[in-house]
């Protein structure tokens, strides 16, 4: 039996993949969670053979919660399922220790091939995310989440510690032109807290 814990913050598609995946023989969904903390104590408790965790839960993005998971529960592999369509999400993902990556606009039958080969320990990476990562080099994808310099500047200053206003007074703009571009940021890499922000940041080496 290949047990489940489901990972995500909308409780209508939490039951879209639980009637999805017990339908199937062999697969079994121990718990659910909305945010990291819930994620992470469930995970410790159930112990799953496999976690389908989305990138986004409600208190921040999930990737750098993926290299704690793997250290707590090593026998526990991680599919992630998301909307994001970026190859960096999915480079990311996979470097942290996840064992699968597939969207959420993906047919039925994706994530169910995912879940049994993470529990083989066998990676799988959408067909479209694939073929799109096999024709790019990496020096061909230009900054992350396609940052302008301006906001990787930004970026630089919030991981060094920087408040909105002192940002402000080195870059020579307004507070409000800082929000702005603050905003923008967090919209482009999904990472809505300072502490995201920051691994955001030395993930790409930015600082």
């Given at each position: 039996?290949i047990?489940?814990?489901l990972?995500?913050?909308?409780?209508?598609?939490r039951a879209?993949?639980?009637?999805?995946?017990e339908?199937?023989?062999?697969?079994?969904?121990?718990?659910?969670?909305d945010?990291l903390?819930?994620?992470?104590?469930?995970?410790?408790?159930?112990?799953?053979?496999v976690?389908?965790?989305?990138?986004?839960?409600?208190?921040?993005?999930?990737?750098?919660?993926i290299?704690r998971l793997?250290?707590?529960?090593?026998?526990?592999?991680?599919?992630?399922?998301?909307?994001?369509?970026?190859?960096r999400a999915?480079r990311?993902?996979?470097?942290?220790g996840?064992?699968?990556f597939?969207?959420?606009?993906?047919?039925?039958?994706e994530?169910?091939?995912?879940?049994?080969?993470a529990?083989?320990?066998?990676?799988?990476l959408s067909?479209?995310l694939?073929?799109?990562?096999?024709?790019?080099?990496?020096?061909?994808?230009?900054?992350?989440?396609d940052?302008?310099?301006?906001?990787?500047?930004v970026?630089r200053l919030?991981?060094l510690?920087?408040t909105n206003?002192?940002?402000a007074?080195?870059?020579?703009?307004?507070?409000?032109t800082v929000e702005?571009?603050r905003?923008?940021?967090?919209q482009?890499?999904?990472?809505?807290?300072?502490?995201?922000l920051?691994?955001?940041?030395?993930?790409?080496?930015?600082?």
């Open positions: 039996m047990t489940i814990v990972a995500d913050d909308h409780r209508v598609v879209g993949l639980r009637l999805l995946l339908a199937q023989d062999g697969l079994q969904v121990v718990s659910e969670a945010d903390h819930s994620t992470e104590r469930r995970v410790a408790a159930y112990r799953p053979s976690l389908v965790l989305d990138i986004n839960l409600r208190d921040g993005s999930s990737l750098p919660a290299p793997r250290q707590a529960v090593p026998d526990t592999r991680i599919v992630v399922l998301t909307m994001r369509t970026d190859l999915a990311e993902a996979l470097r942290a996840a064992t699968g597939v969207l959420k606009e993906a047919a039925e039958d994530l169910l091939q995912a879940v049994r080969l529990a083989q320990d066998r990676t799988y067909p479209e694939g073929a799109r990562l096999a024709a790019q080099e990496p020096e061909d994808l230009g900054p992350p989440d940052l302008s310099a301006r906001e990787i500047e970026l919030i991981a510690g920087h206003s002192e940002i007074g080195r870059l020579f703009l307004s507070v409000r702005s571009h905003a923008h940021i967090q482009k890499t999904q990472r809505s807290t300072r502490a995201d920051v691994a955001y940041a030395r993930e790409h080496e930015l600082v």
